[in-house]
């Protein structure tokens, strides 16, 4: 018997890589997967085109609103933001002319618990895009104890499923990020290896550079295999609570002014308020270097989430809390019920602890705690949660449902 040839490569036929005969022509197992990865690129890029060319920045905004409650402002812009991103990346050459589209990266500024992660987690999930998240706090320059800057990148590469190209177009998210803050406005004479130095690093990955980073993670050595990775088309995105940064704002604005006026000044405008009046000379006083502000195009505010802000985070998005609660307890056949003033009660507490949206979730876990506890042995019962279970730890009110009568 002859040994069958393949049309395509020339491969004789082998155990490894059968051969499939057609009518009129042969072909090795190597070529149908070679033709099966070419046409699932294809398909794939077809499915980012079309994508791109349906969302616009309204689109993204409602896909925002079902998760994140208030900060209108904030979502609009990073709407606009991300669109532009990602415009720039499969559409820019539309218009032939020899001008280049530069990107613009986002800071976004407010309190913990506000929705700044949230964010970008949300349209990362919806654009079908892989997200690094990473914190600043951890991040040393190169050499210290600690995580190098390309460790984010690294992240970044596996959450992608090891896909560079998809890695290549994916969003960086680096959270408290002024707290690598320089303590002072003039240069450290010891090394700032967590602070200056780490925003030193910071400089080239996010403006766009190729950068090696390692598949596994964890410190360089000359016998790890290095990837290089282009990070012109990563959208990086830095979030950080700058608390004092309203007071070097008030600073500023209220320099001109004397005596009983200057006070005057300063106390027309909420503290928080000040911060959408926010410029790069006042983020160079808070500590950051200006050739990082200079990276960081869009800026953006969010406000301090208010009590009703909290009650709606917990009852409208999509994944609200006291959804999730209430799924956890029917899967035991019991009905979990929160009386208004109990969510109100819930909003004041996490306002107090200053945890923003953040803090809801271990409030709830301790007023459901003994409810949980006793849950297998509830069904049957719905479960009503007042004011005084969260204020007092009173515990809930256990109410026997009655059962439906069948028909006959």
């Known amino acids: 018997m002859s040994t069958r040839i393949c049309d395509f490569c020339g491969a004789s036929e082998t155990d ?14 190597t070529c149908v997967t070679s033709a099966y990865r070419i046409m699932s690129d294809n398909e794939l890029a077809k499915l980012k085109a079309m994508d791109i060319a349906e969302f616009s920045p309204k689109t993204l905004k409602e896909i925002l609103d079902g998760y994140v409650i208030g900060q209108e402002e904030a979502k609009k ?30 800071l976004l500024i407010g309190p913990t618990g506000s929705g700044k992660t949230l964010m970008a987690q949300t349209l990362a999930r919806y654009l079908r895009v892989p997200i690094a998240i990473a914190d600043a706090t951890s991040l040393t ?5 600690g995580e190098d800057v390309e460790n984010i990148l690294t992240k970044l ?15 960086v998210f680096i959270d408290e990020i002024d707290k690598i803050a320089r303590l002072g406005e ?23 550079a190729q950068v090696n980073v390692t598949s596994r993670g964890g410190r360089k050595h000359p016998q790890q295999d290095y990837v290089q990775m282009d990070t ?17 704002i008030s600073r500023r604005l209220g320099k001109n002014s004397l005596g009983f006026t200057r006070a005057k000044n300063a106390e027309t405008k909420d503290a928080r308020a000040l911060i959408d009046e926010t410029e790069p000379d ?32 917990m009852t409208e998005p ?63 019962y719905e479960v009503v949660v007042n004011a005084g279970c969260v204020q007092s730890h009173e515990k809930p009110l256990y109410i026997k449902l009655a059962r439906e009568k069948k028909s006959a």
């Open 186 to 208: 003039n240069r450290s004479i010891t090394r700032d290896v967590s602070g200056e130095g780490v925003q030193q690093a910071l400089l080239k990955i996010i403006e766009g």
């Open 16 to 29: 490894e890589n059968p051969i499939l005969t057609g009518s009129s022509a042969k072909i090795c197992k």
């Open 282 to 313: 006042d983020l160079v006083h808070y500590g950051l270097i200006p050739e990082l502000i200079g990276r960081l195009h869009v800026v953006t505010a969010l406000k301090e989430l208010g009590e009703d802000d909290l009650m709606r985070i």
């Open 77 to 106: 812009t990073f709407a606009i933001a991300v669109y532009n991103h990602y415009k720039r990346i499969f559409r820019q050459h539309e218009i032939e002319d020899e001008s280049e589209i530069s990107k613009s990266n986002v």
């Open 232 to 248: 012109t088309n990563i959208l990086f995105v830095c979030g950080g609570a700058f608390d004092g940064l309203e007071e070097i």
């Open 157 to 171: 590469l596996q959450n992608a499923g090891g896909d560079l190209k998809k890695a290549e177009r994916g969003i």
């Open 141 to 145: 320059e190169a050499g210290y104890v």
């Open 318 to 380: 999509k994944n609200a809390l006291l959804k999730q609660y209430m799924k956890l307890f029917a899967i035991d056949g019991v009905k979990l019920t929160f009386e208004e003033d109990a969510v109100r009660a819930i909003a004041k507490q996490a306002i107090k602890r200053k945890t923003g949206a953040r803090g809801l979730r271990s409030i709830l876990e301790k007023v459901t705690c003994e409810s949980m506890y006793e849950l297998p042995e509830l069904e049957g």
